[in-house]
Protein backbone atom coordinates (compact mmCIF):
# COMPACT_ATOMS: atom_id res chain seq x y z
CA UNK A 1 0.00 0.00 0.00
CA UNK A 2 1.14 3.65 -1.00
CA UNK A 3 2.20 5.90 1.59
CA UNK A 4 -0.32 8.94 2.49
CA UNK A 5 0.32 11.76 0.81
CA UNK A 6 2.48 14.34 3.61
CA UNK A 7 0.92 17.85 3.57
CA UNK A 8 4.42 19.04 4.44
CA UNK A 9 6.50 17.72 1.70
CA UNK A 10 3.95 19.30 -0.93
CA UNK A 11 3.86 22.36 0.56
CA UNK A 12 7.85 22.33 0.38
CA UNK A 13 7.15 20.68 -3.45
CA UNK A 14 5.03 23.62 -4.80
CA UNK A 15 6.87 26.00 -3.29
CA UNK A 16 10.51 24.43 -5.02
CA UNK A 17 8.03 24.55 -7.93
CA UNK A 18 7.22 28.44 -7.22
CA UNK A 19 10.22 29.69 -6.78
CA UNK A 20 11.80 27.70 -10.16
CA UNK A 21 8.99 29.28 -12.08
CA UNK A 22 9.50 32.78 -10.52
CA UNK A 23 12.40 32.61 -12.03
CA UNK A 24 12.25 31.17 -15.26
CA UNK A 25 9.45 34.41 -15.70
CA UNK A 26 11.55 36.93 -15.02
CA UNK A 27 14.32 35.67 -17.33
CA UNK A 28 11.56 35.28 -19.61
CA UNK A 29 10.24 38.95 -19.01
CA UNK A 30 13.64 40.40 -19.40
CA UNK A 31 14.35 38.70 -22.98
CA UNK A 32 10.93 39.64 -24.30
CA UNK A 33 11.42 43.39 -23.01
CA UNK A 34 15.37 42.85 -24.91
CA UNK A 35 16.84 44.33 -21.73
CA UNK A 36 20.25 41.69 -21.56
CA UNK A 37 20.78 42.79 -25.38
CA UNK A 38 18.99 46.03 -27.00
CA UNK A 39 17.28 45.56 -30.10
CA UNK A 40 19.50 46.70 -33.30
CA UNK A 41 19.16 49.70 -35.10
CA UNK A 42 19.00 48.28 -38.18
CA UNK A 43 15.17 46.82 -38.88
CA UNK A 44 15.97 43.77 -40.40
CA UNK A 45 18.33 42.82 -37.58
CA UNK A 46 15.82 43.30 -35.36
CA UNK A 47 13.22 41.26 -37.28
CA UNK A 48 15.83 38.35 -36.93
CA UNK A 49 15.73 39.59 -33.14
CA UNK A 50 11.87 39.39 -32.54
CA UNK A 51 11.22 36.18 -34.06
CA UNK A 52 11.42 34.52 -30.87
CA UNK A 53 8.99 36.72 -28.95
CA UNK A 54 6.11 34.85 -29.76
CA UNK A 55 7.61 31.66 -28.30
CA UNK A 56 8.81 33.66 -25.26
CA UNK A 57 5.03 34.86 -24.48
CA UNK A 58 3.53 31.58 -24.73
CA UNK A 59 6.35 30.56 -22.13
CA UNK A 60 5.41 33.62 -19.96
CA UNK A 61 1.88 32.40 -20.25
CA UNK A 62 2.26 28.94 -19.54
CA UNK A 63 4.60 30.04 -16.37
CA UNK A 64 2.62 32.45 -15.11
CA UNK A 65 -1.15 29.88 -15.48
CA UNK A 66 1.00 27.33 -13.46
CA UNK A 67 1.86 29.62 -11.09
CA UNK A 68 -1.70 30.85 -10.25
CA UNK A 69 -2.15 26.70 -10.46
CA UNK A 70 0.44 26.42 -7.72
CA UNK A 71 -1.16 29.38 -5.34
CA UNK A 72 -4.48 28.09 -5.60
CA UNK A 73 -3.33 24.54 -4.68
CA UNK A 74 -1.08 26.76 -1.49
CA UNK A 75 -4.31 28.18 -0.23
CA UNK A 76 -6.33 24.75 -0.97
CA UNK A 77 -3.76 23.39 1.59
CA UNK A 78 -4.04 26.72 4.14
CA UNK A 79 -7.86 25.95 3.73
CA UNK A 80 -7.71 22.22 4.86
CA UNK A 81 -9.56 21.59 1.20
CA UNK A 82 -5.86 20.62 -0.31
CA UNK A 83 -7.00 16.64 -1.64
CA UNK A 84 -10.41 16.83 -2.54
CA UNK A 85 -11.66 17.33 -5.48
CA UNK A 86 -13.65 20.64 -6.37
CA UNK A 87 -16.02 19.05 -8.65
CA UNK A 88 -17.42 16.05 -7.14
CA UNK A 89 -15.71 16.58 -3.12
CA UNK A 90 -14.47 13.02 -3.45
CA UNK A 91 -10.70 12.80 -2.45
CA UNK A 92 -8.21 12.75 -5.09
CA UNK A 93 -5.72 10.06 -5.37
CA UNK A 94 -2.35 9.85 -3.69
CA UNK A 95 -0.67 9.03 -6.97
CA UNK A 96 -2.24 11.63 -9.33
CA UNK A 97 -1.32 14.16 -6.68
CA UNK A 98 2.28 12.84 -6.30
CA UNK A 99 1.64 13.09 -10.35
CA UNK A 100 0.05 16.53 -9.96
CA UNK A 101 0.70 18.62 -6.45
CA UNK A 102 -1.84 21.01 -8.22
CA UNK A 103 -4.43 19.26 -9.24
CA UNK A 104 -7.92 20.10 -8.30
CA UNK A 105 -9.77 17.54 -9.81
CA UNK A 106 -9.88 13.85 -9.45
CA UNK A 107 -8.79 11.70 -12.60
CA UNK A 108 -12.56 10.89 -13.87
CA UNK A 109 -13.92 15.01 -13.31
CA UNK A 110 -10.80 16.01 -15.27
CA UNK A 111 -11.75 13.79 -18.51
Known amino acids: MPEPISFDAVRQTLLARRRALERRVDRVQTDVRHQAAP ?3 DSEEQVVQL ?7 ALDASGRRELAEIDRALARLDAGAYGRCERCGE ?3 AARLRAQPAATTCAPCAA
Open 91 to 93: DIP
Open 51 to 57: ENDPVLD
Open 39 to 41: LDA
